[in-house]
């Protein structure tokens, strides 16, 4: 086996795994902060139930997030020291200002959040959730703009002596926009995230009858935060892309499978791929379309996969630059795929209320829990097409990801750290899921005692 | 600032940030271990748990900045410790991880064996880190096999050698003690006689390995040879603190013990990072071949960048820190309606 190979497989895992529990983190605590604060503002106690329970569910997914991410922080010397001397200069500097600044924030003040119900005054204690909103949020940009710099480097010089990779601008390095549109598209994930969460648990229980003041309120404000979070991320997304054929075209190219440079070039809805997944079978083409996505700007004639590669070939050395285009082609369309739905589910889901209670609602209803599905699915394939659309470069431009890795690493050594990081995130996911079903089936009563006894049936703990 | 003087503070920052990790994840660590043994009922156990509740996660986060500042001050130094030391990191993480999800999914469920299974976990969470950072320092400064190309030639058995084991043990001893120590002073009632006690056993094992580590540490290492008697001042006063600290231990006055053993963690990592300077890893294959502050840092422009960006954020960090202590400073009773964990 491939200790490359192997360390792509494992970093793979352990980001697929992080990032599926961060834009749950990232989107809901907004949504416990509101509930707090209208609490706060009216005294209503509803929203403080509001904030307890979506609160409970918050943690549970958080501390996921939290041990998971520190892999990330460590992986990048275990697996690819190479790639850390040669732009460590550089891409430590926002590791160390995202630990600095957004994860003491928000893991100091989630401490005194869920402690602090009666130590600290009702405004002081809201105020904590915001500053734990604040620096988890702090902390998405500044590990995107980490990641930014990978997809398009810039700030930077390589230093003659030393061979590597040096930060000249550090302005540069935090208003690169390739790193903001990054940002700009993960926050409102976050949010449609979150929404989609609190519409499918909202829909469980609105479906059964229960608790129906407190679900259909939740349900109300997800629909609301669900159709801006998830037409914002497509907005986002749209830009973003405009952006990537600019600085990245081969990862524009490899997602729509266009091979020559044509104009208008045309739009392929479905494609089948050889095994190499670099070479395409079949297509169903809608003539000139491609050049209508990049709508408003007319970007003229698109530059096809065949041609980029021969002018890498020209600019880098001979080598092979086209990334597995089959895979990027169906990441895109699924992650966009998923978010067309997430934008139509959730104008729905807005429309809902207007409609005649019960019988139509829970008619509706019966979809959402499902739907909690499509922003994992969305999450996961978007972040599939953007490291693997950037391949064979670890750095744009600047680094391969073949050259990256520690030279003393040895495959057997990789192959046992994949295996054991596998088998503990399967067992935690599984607890995670558990306790989380759980507790969203329960209801209100779990939010305020710790544990759902399970000597009680389910049915029973909700009252 | 010159340029040695920008390497020389973010080597000084650096070793601050893990004096704080041992510091406080100490104490953490210690009451992770002692939670199996030491809580004989669920409440009780959980009211072990709720001492460190809103605290663990924020100490934790010192770990991953001194990670997070290693890497953009000396790249090369993140680089070769990392890939170097994998197998221990890869332990160390998997503790980590285990034990903060322990600690978030044990008391959701009520079924006795869920709640036993997770505290074992919070317990091999916090008893393999700890060790394993241990072993790691102790290696640090005794020297690891690196090569011309700033390379580690080793594996995980070359780390444990008779005084990289010690380290680990002598570590583990004294997280024992300031993890009972810091029980002593926030629980109430019962528990807190009984806690008190058992800090008092501790102290002889934690005290005789400190002080095997420290002369170890003398004569193991190149400490003497490059320093000479002076050296000695840093190690002995770790002794003296920790000798203060049973003192104060026999005599009931719990806040001094405390204070004294941490003094005494804190003094250790003292004499390692002086032992350490201006080396960061030293290198027992070729002197030549270790990498110091000058042949492993970023350029001067970011570590002036991040200066400014430390200097801004770390009064910060640690005032809210610091408030975060005084909110939850009551002790805390087995009281089932007062338990958050």
Redesign the interface.
């Known amino acids: 086996m491939d200790p490359i190979l192997l360390s792509r497989w494992q970093f793979a895992l352990t980001t697929i795994y992080h990032f599926f529990f961060v834009p749950l983190t990232l989107g809901l605590v907004w949504f416990v902060a509101i509930a707090e604060t209208i609490y706060v503002r009216t005294g209503q106690q509803l929203y403080k139930q509001m904030a307890r329970f979506w609160g409970k569910l918050f943690?549970?997914n958080?501390?996921?997030g939290?041990?998971?991410?520190?892999?990330q922080?460590?992986q990048?010397?275990?697996?690819w020291?190479?790639y850390?001397?040669y732009v460590?200069?550089?891409?430590?500097?926002p590791?160390?200002?995202?630990?600095?600044?957004a994860?003491?924030?928000e893991?100091?003040?989630?401490?005194?959040w869920?402690?602090?119900w009666d130590?600290?005054s009702k405004g002081l204690h809201a105020a904590t959730i915001w500053l734990v909103a604040l620096g988890s949020n702090l902390s998405a940009l500044f590990i995107l703009l980490a990641n930014g710099f990978m997809q398009h480097p810039v700030g930077y010089r390589i230093?003659p002596a030393s061979g590597r990779a040096?930060?000249?601008d550090?302005g540069a390095l935090v208003t690169n926009p390739r790193g903001w549109l990054l940002f700009l598209h993960t926050i409102p994930a976050g949010l449609a995230t979150a929404a989609f969460f609190v519409l499918g648990i909202s829909a469980y229980h609105l479906v059964r009858r229960q608790q129906l003041e407190f679900f259909k309120k939740s349900f109300q404000i997800a629909a609301i935060i669900g159709l801006i979070g998830s037409v914002a991320v497509g907005v986002a997304g749209h830009f973003q892309g405009i952006y990537l054929l600019e600085v990245q075209p081969m990862a524009a190219a490899a997602s729509e499978a266009h091979w020559e440079t044509v104009y208008p070039a045309p739009f392929k809805v479905v494609a089948l791929f050889d095994l190499t997944g670099k070479r395409e079978i079949w297509s169903l083409q809608i003539p000139y379309a491609l050049n209508w996505l990049y709508l408003p700007k007319d970007v003229g004639a698109i530059p096809g996969i065949n041609q980029i590669q021969a002018e890498y070939v020209a600019r880098y050395g001979p080598g092979d630059y086209v990334p597995l285009v089959a895979l990027d082609f169906w990441m895109f369309r699924i992650m966009v795929g998923a978010g067309l739905l997430m934008i139509a589910l959730a104008a729905y889901a807005l429309y809902l209320p207007l409609s005649k209670w019960p019988e139509r609602w829970t008619r509706g209803l019966r979809w959402m829990g499902w739907a909690i599905a499509l922003p994992y699915i969305a999450n996961t394939s978007g972040w599939i097409l953007t490291e693997t659309g950037r391949q064979p470069w670890i750095v744009h431009g600047l680094l391969r990801t073949e050259e990256a890795l520690?030279?003393?690493?040895g495959a057997g050594?990789v192959l046992?750290?994949l295996i054991?990081?596998a088998l503990?995130y399967a067992a935690?996911m599984a607890?995670?899921v558990y306790?989380l079903v759980?507790?969203a089936r329960a209801g209100l009563a779990a939010a305020e005692q710790?544990?759902?006894?399970?000597?009680l049936p389910v049915a029973r703990a909700q009252r | 600032m010159s340029t040695e003087l920008l390497q020389t503070l973010w080597f000084v920052l650096i070793a601050l940030l893990w004096i704080g990790f041992f510091f406080l994840e100490g104490f953490d660590f210690g009451v992770g271990m002692l939670l199996p043994f030491l809580g004989k009922r669920d409440e009780e156990r959980r009211a072990f748990i709720n001492t460190i509740g809103p605290h663990w996660d924020g100490n934790e986060v010192w770990l991953i900045v001194a990670g997070g500042a290693t890497f953009a001050a000396f790249p090369d130094w993140y680089a070769t410790l990392f890939s170097g030391f994998y197998p221990a990191l890869f332990l160390l993480l998997l503790g980590l991880i285990v034990r903060g999800a322990a600690f978030e999914f044990r008391s959701k469920d009520a079924h006795p064996r869920w709640r036993s299974l997770w505290d074992w976990c919070i317990f091999a969470g916090s008893l393999l880190p700890a060790l394993l950072l241990g072993v790691a320092f102790a290696n640090l400064v005794r020297g690891v096999p690196i090569d011309a190309d700033k390379n580690y030639t080793g594996n995980l058995l070359t780390l444990l050698n008779f005084y990289g084991l010690l380290g680990g043990v002598a570590t583990v001893a004294l997280f024992l003690l300031h993890g009972a120590n810091f029980l002593s002073l926030k629980l109430a009632g019962d528990l807190h006689g009984r806690t008190r006690r058992l800090a008092r056993r501790l102290w002889p094992v934690a005290f005789a390995l400190v002080t095997i580590l420290m002369v170890a540490t003398c004569f193991l290492t190149d400490l003497y040879s490059r320093l000479g008697l002076a050296s000695g001042v840093i190690p002995l006063s770790a002794v003296v603190a920790l000798l203060l600290a049973g003192s104060f231990l026999g005599r009931g006055r719990e806040g001094w013990a405390f204070a004294m053993a941490g003094l005494a963690i804190i003094l250790i990592l003292v004499t390692f990072f002086v032992t350490l300077f201006p080396r960061v890893m030293i290198s027992s294959t070729n002197p030549d071949y270790s990498l110091t502050i000058y042949n492993a840092s970023s350029s001067p422009y970011t570590l002036r960048v991040m200066s400014l960006v430390a200097l801004i954020l770390v009064p910060i960090v640690l005032a809210y820190q610091f408030w975060s202590y005084r909110i939850f400073r009551q002790r805390i009773k087995a009281d089932p309606r007062s338990l958050t964990y």
């Open positions: 943690l549970i958080f501390a996921m939290v041990v998971t991410g520190i892999v922080e460590f990048f010397g275990m697996n020291s190479t850390s001397r460590g200069d550089i891409f430590g500097a590791l160390a200002i995202e630990g600095l600044l994860f003491f924030l893991s100091t003040f989630l401490g005194i869920i402690f602090g130590r600290l230093n040096e930060l000249v550090f520690s030279p003393t690493l050594t046992f750290s054991g990081f503990v935690l607890a995670d306790l759980r507790y710790e544990a759902v006894d399970p000597a």
